[in-house]
């Protein structure tokens, strides 16, 4: 897609600072990064939907992230902890609608947070997670 961003990167027709590149994926530092050292790890292809993914390209995704996310560690990146951050659709508050992971650097006091609903702790019973695990499991197979 031409006016995507990601797709632009990804046949670098638009600059990036790359991290790690092979024939199915490309990393780059994000350009509105939460902490210095964010990743972002998309798929050459345009995939707009976590549902469109390829099984096998979500998992090489997790995978280069999980090298990534070591290699912070092991930088002089402030790091003490990594979050990986996938958002899937407007509501779950992705912007680029290109699928894409986040390799966020963590470290205490650095104010990025996700706030919780209100009802957060709130434990359903056992009966209503079995009945909803059944629903999944349902379409699943």
């Known amino acids: 897609m031409e006016d995507c961003v990601f797709c632009r990167i990804a046949k670098k027709i638009a600059s990036a600072s790359i991290v790690y590149e092979n024939e199915k994926v ?80 963590r470290f205490r006091g650095d104010g990025f947070q996700i706030k919780m609903a209100p009802s957060y702790g709130s434990k359903p019973t056992r009966e209503e997670l079995n009945r909803l695990a059944k629903e999944i499991r349902n379409v699943l197979e």
């Open 26 to 105: 490309i990393a780059f530092m994000d350009i509105r990064p939460v902490n210095p050292g964010h990743v972002l790890i998309i798929p050459k292809t345009h995939v707009s939907q976590l549902s469109e993914l390829n099984p096998e390209t979500g998992g090489h995704m997790f995978k280069i992230a999980m090298r990534i996310a070591q290699a912070i560690k092991r930088s002089t990146i402030k790091c003490e902890g990594i979050n990986l951050f996938l958002a899937d659709g407007e509501v779950a508050f992705q912007e680029i609608f290109h699928v894409h992971l986040h390799v966020i650097p």
